[in-house]
């Protein structure tokens, strides 16, 4: 896999935004699904020759000068974590192109030239091995997501569109001025022989993680609270979560499955990337009060959940608390916790990113989404009740399916403490955590169960109710071949993942260790005797996921 | 003297042009009055491309900055000239072109307009090549004095009267103070060359009070220039009040001489001093870290409060002030490397800022109101509504130039505040560059408000009318391609950036002292003779 075939999965959306802003209305959204399917293909192909034997390093890395001036690199790279998420972005890319064809019949153009940008920049973020490349990509995905829910929402949708992107910016700016941090201390703190890299200028992400797990604690506390505010924003945690109800509420389908699906996922992959291997002691001396935050979402917004009448408002709250366990399985720093965070950046994509197409589907034939005017849709609609049900047990975490599978290992991962409880042939590495986080975590599950359930129970069953005076305007009753297209990969995925995550497991073990035992080895005082009094092996002078 | 004047060749040029567009502009024939504005330009493209090639003397206080500084003068001098056409003698020249009315010089008002804008240019490129705390005054006051005037003339209504008046009076202020400090800073070093006074500070090895208090007079009366505060009161009304070429030309004129000023003044400090030997002396410092942290706060949140596009401008350029006094007070850095360079980030913020804030200017100078008798700008936030659809050239131009403002990435403004950030850093100042990011995202409110009212709203009714002058919309273009091309290919302006803020080197100070010697005090005497006979304003 070489650096251009991973800039070319930038280039071929960006391309076919241009060629939709070019071309005239109609072909617009043939343009957009020809140019997302044809960002498979290119993934694929660019697969063909990725490594598996080795998914902790990072593959296709190189690059070319931007500003040498400022040490900026266009320089790419990938693991197997990284190649994951872009799998998801380029999985969802057509799926929202097509689910849009009704929604969108006003600025199409846009809309679509839009998304396009929009898959390029997310893209970016999962490639980029150069600190300011990958701000660029993170703070443009902002630009397209405002368009998006600015002029395709729902009645709110300018002051949510407006607090979406004032949160966000604000957050990475102070993020951007922690990692700044770094590529300073980097260049004047250490010296040349520290290691390759130091003593030098570079944005190299490589290299700052290892620049940053060499500050002492004080400044790693400092980085990781700028660090945590720009990427606590975008997951978002408690307390800084409040602008994702509205902003999903308000935004369109195809808008929601995106932010859900992927822009979320930019929070928690920036705390894998950075936060964790950056301010390794730092994090460990507060995991606790992230995860304190983590369990406050989980189970403030899981309450929130069950008095939401809009069904929209609920899933989107209950991002909010999922991606609270996610949290908690990074900070927990352990194989099963990392693993299962991976896993649920991939999981929660899938099936809250289908539980929102579900919701615009309904709303685009009943132009409602208020609980108490739609009832008993199952005897209306029986596909779209089949799936509603098949994906809210997915969200739910039910065994066999791909939610239980990265909830229960996000729980394993915060079970294990530092004392060493709870540990015995769990992993190599211990956790931060403890039982009694993975305790409170866990009735975060059963809240989730109730308010998922019972939004099922009235929307899909009990007696039919259907807003009074609705048109179903073109669309027939239940489900069409197109919409059923749209939903079925997702779900085969689900199931796939679910009875066998064997697989992916696999891919991320690697890395993921390699993670979890570098934040290990960078605890102050951390000897090779004290590593391995914690059960590992003496450190490696690798970062996670360096070399070819 | 003599050996000054291959220095002085561009502004030398200009004045030539400057001479020549004065006699022309009130020729009775049209086609050569019109032609006034052309020879201008031309005189500024000569004048950038022989600044180019100009090399500063050895040892001046920073020997690098003129073939940095003058083209780019130049360059946003030009696309500023651009934006002006049509900003006088509109009414008039109608008049007697239909035959209502015969030409009179005295009417008119085209030949002072342009040759005082070159005058204002030609005192802007003098203060880049200033080793001298009288010839620093002079360049100051030629780059202001013409804008008092301009800013007057520029229409016919009573505002701009009102802004001229007020502009002169506090700009007489500034200039008092900020002579009343190099007097000091005179009387404490006994020199007026920079130089020398560097060397004198480092002979006595301390800041005196009487220097510190001179430097802090002086930095005051400059804050004027760049509107800072704690002289920042007139901008708002200053700029709303001139048409809207001559604010653009308020934002960039005065406040680049003014940060060459401040940065000249400082180099006879040196940023040697503090615990690293890499900052200001504390007592110049402390008060330059209030005044940035100030400048940026009051200038973004008040540009929130308005309701004015120029008013937001006018406020948004304090703000932006006040992100370089970060650069200033961060220095050229211990290391080499422009991320480490606060100077040269402030240099290349300042030509940034000139190519980007002219094209949010002249959106505002292209748009005329609809119902109005007289030729009025349609400078209303609510006005700016769906231009994106209803005049897209427009609104598009201010689409880009505001999140360039804003610093998003990967707009021109975003490389040009990186370099701000990482000085800052480099120097040590995290609580100031925090507060920078977070004014930054202050900013976010207004900039997104310019940015999203043409590109996202409705347009309540028909869309005002364009301005009868297409080289405006032509600037706003160029500036908003600047703002959107410039930075992703700006290695080269970084470089020349990071070459122009070199400090000398020591023995480079030294030849130059002894060189200079006895013959420059000599010189020094008559040119503070010169300085008493010589009224502030």
Not at chain 1, 35 to 62: C, E, H, K, N
Not at chain 1, 456 to 461: A, H, W
Not at chain 2, 238 to 251: E, H, K, N
Not at chain 2, 334 to 355: C, E, K, T
């Amino acid at each position: 896999m070489s650096p251009i075939a991973l800039l070319s999965l930038m280039f071929v959306p960006a391309a076919s935004a241009v060629a939709v802003a070019a071309a005239p209305a109609k072909l617009a959204r043939h343009i957009a699904l020809v140019g997302t399917l044809f960002a498979i293909v290119v993934g694929l192909v660019a697969l063909g020759d990725y490594d598996w034997s080795r998914p902790g390093a990072m593959q296709a890395s190189g690059g070319f000068e931007w500003l040498p001036e400022l040490g900026l690199r266009l320089s790419v790279g990938i693991d197997s974590i990284a190649l994951l998420l872009i799998g998801l972005t380029l999985l969802l890319g057509p799926i929202c192109v097509v689910a849009s064809r009704t929604a969108i019949t006003e600025r199409v153009k846009t809309y679509y030239a839009w998304l396009l940008v929009l898959q390029a920049a997310m893209t970016g973020v999962f490639a980029a091995r150069d600190l300011v490349l990958f701000y660029i990509c993170f703070e443009f995905t902002l630009i397209p997501m405002f368009i998006l829910i600015s002029l395709y929402g729902s009645t709110n949708r300018k002051h949510a569109a407006t607090k979406f992107f004032l949160y966000t910016f604000t957050g990475s700016i102070i993020a951007l001025a922690g990692l700044l941090y770094v590529v300073w201390f980097n260049a004047t703190k250490l010296l040349p022989t520290a290691f390759a890299g130091a003593g030098t200028w570079t944005l190299d992400i490589g290299v700052l993680t290892h620049a940053g797990a060499s500050m002492s604690l004080s400044e790693q506390s400092w980085v990781l609270a700028a660090m945590m505010l720009g990427f606590g924003v975008k997951v978002p945690l408690f307390p800084v979560h409040t602008w994702l109800p509205l902003a999903h509420t308000e935004a369109p389908t195809a808008g929601s499955v995106i932010l859900a699906g992927v822009l979320l996922k930019l929070g928690t992959y920036g705390i894998y990337r950075f936060v964790l291997p950056m301010t390794p002691a730092a994090l460990v001396e507060h995991a606790h009060l992230i995860a304190v935050l983590a369990i406050i979402g989980i189970i403030y917004a899981g309450l929130i959940c069950w008095v939401q009448r809009d069904v929209k408002k609920l899933v989107a709250y209950s991002s909010v608390s999922h991606l609270g366990f996610c949290v908690l399985g990074l900070v927990a720093v352990n194989g099963p916790g990392l693993s299962g965070s991976v896993l649920y950046m991939i999981n929660h994509g899938l099936s809250t990113g289908a539980l929102f197409l579900l919701i615009g589907m309904v709303y685009e034939r009943y132009h409602t989404r208020d609980m108490d005017e739609l009832g008993g849709l199952a005897s209306k609609m029986p596909i779209w009740s089949t799936f509603m049900v098949f994906f809210v047990m997915a969200s739910v975490g039910l065994p066999g399916l791909n939610g239980f599978v990265s909830e229960f290992l996000c729980l394993l991962g915060a079970f294990q403490s530092p004392s060493g409880l709870g540990r015995e042939g769990l992993g190599a590495t211990p956790g931060t955590l403890g039982p009694w986080f993975a305790g409170f975590a866990g009735t975060g599950m059963i809240v989730a169960a109730i308010y998922l359930l019972y939004m099922t129970g009235r929307v899909v069953f009990g007696q039919l109710k259907e807003p009074r005076g609705h048109h179903a305007g073109p669309l027939p009753t239940d489900l069409t071949v197109r919409e059923i297209a749209v939903l079925s990969p997702i779900a085969v995925l689900c199931v796939l993942l679910g009875l066998y995550p064997k697989p992916v497991l696999d891919v991320v073990a690697e890395p993921v260790a390699a993670q979890a035992q570098w934040v290990w080895d960078h605890q102050p005082g951390a000897t090779p005797a004290h590593a391995e009094s914690h059960g590992v092996a003496a450190p490696n002078d690798e970062p996670p996921g360096e070399g070819e | 003297m003599k050996e000054k004047l291959p220095i002085l060749l561009p502004e030398i040029i200009l004045f030539g042009f400057t001479c020549a567009v004065m006699v022309l502009g009130v020729s009775k024939t049209l086609r050569i009055r019109q032609a006034t504005a052309s020879i201008a330009g031309f005189g500024l493209l000569i004048a950038g491309i022989v600044g180019s090639m100009t090399q500063g003397e050895v040892g001046a206080p920073l020997p690098g900055l003129i073939p940095f500084a003058k083209p780019a003068i130049a360059a946003v001098g030009l696309l500023v000239l651009l934006l002006m056409s049509g900003s006088v003698d509109r009414a008039i020249e109608g008049r007697i072109k239909s035959g209502a009315e015969a030409f009179d010089a005295i009417k008119t008002n085209r030949a002072e307009f342009y040759s005082f804008f070159l005058f204002s240019i030609t005192g802007l490129m003098l203060c880049t090549s200033a080793d001298d705390l009288i010839w620093l005054f002079l360049a100051l006051e030629l780059t202001s004095l013409p804008t008092y005037v301009m800013v007057t003339i520029s229409t016919r209504g009573t505002a701009s009267q009102e802004a001229g008046v007020k502009y002169f009076f506090l700009g007489a202020l500034g200039a008092a103070i900020f002579l009343y400090g190099f007097a000091l800073i005179y009387g404490s070093t006994g020199s007026t060359d920079l130089v020398a006074i560097r060397s004198a500070v480092d002979a006595a090895g301390a800041i005196n009070p009487m220097l510190a208090i001179g430097l802090l007079l002086a930095l005051v009366g400059v804050s004027f220039k760049i509107a800072a505060v704690p002289m920042h009161f007139y901008t708002a009304d200053v700029y709303q009040g001139a048409a809207a070429p001559v604010s653009a030309m308020l934002a960039f004129v005065p406040k680049a001489a003014g940060f060459f000023a401040i940065i000249l003044l400082l180099t006879t400090v040196g940023w040697t001093h503090g615990p690293g030997g890499h900052s200001l002396p504390e007592a110049v410092r402390a008060p330059l870290w209030v005044m940035a942290v100030l400048t940026m706060t009051v200038g973004n949140v008040l540009a929130l409060l308005q309701s004015s596009t120029k008013r937001v401008l006018a406020y948004s350029s304090i703000a932006h002030s006040g992100y370089m006094l970060v650069g200033v007070i961060a220095g050229p850095g211990s290391r080499p490397g422009l991320a480490h360079n606060g100077i040269g980030a402030v240099l290349f913020y300042l030509l940034a800022y000139g190519l980007m804030n002219v094209g949010a200017f002249a959106v505002v100078a292209s748009l005329e109101r609809r119902d109005a008798a007289e030729p009025t700008e349609a400078d209303d936030l609510d006005e700016l509504r769906g231009l994106c659809s209803t005049r897209p050239l427009v609104g598009w131009t201010m689409v880009l130039c505001s999140l360039s403002l804003l610093g998003f990435p990967p707009a021109l403004g975003f490389f040009a505040k990186v370099p701000l950030f990482t000085s800052g850093i480099g120097a040590g100042e995290l609580p100031l560059v925090i507060i920078l990011g977070l004014n930054s995202a202050i900013a976010a409110f207004y900039y997104l408000r310019l940015a999203a009212l043409p590109l996202l709203e409705k347009a309540d009714g028909p869309p005002p009318n364009l301005s009868p002058f297409v080289t405006r919309r032509i600037a706003g273009a160029i500036s908003a391609a600047c703002a959107v091309l410039v930075g992703i290919g700006a290695n080269t302006l970084l470089k020349n950036a990071r070459q122009a803020a070199a400090m000398p080197t020591e023995a480079a100070n030294r030849a130059r002292a002894l060189a200079a010697g006895p013959d420059r005090q000599v010189s020094d005497d008559q040119a503070s003779r010169a300085s008493i006979q010589m009224s502030p304003d």
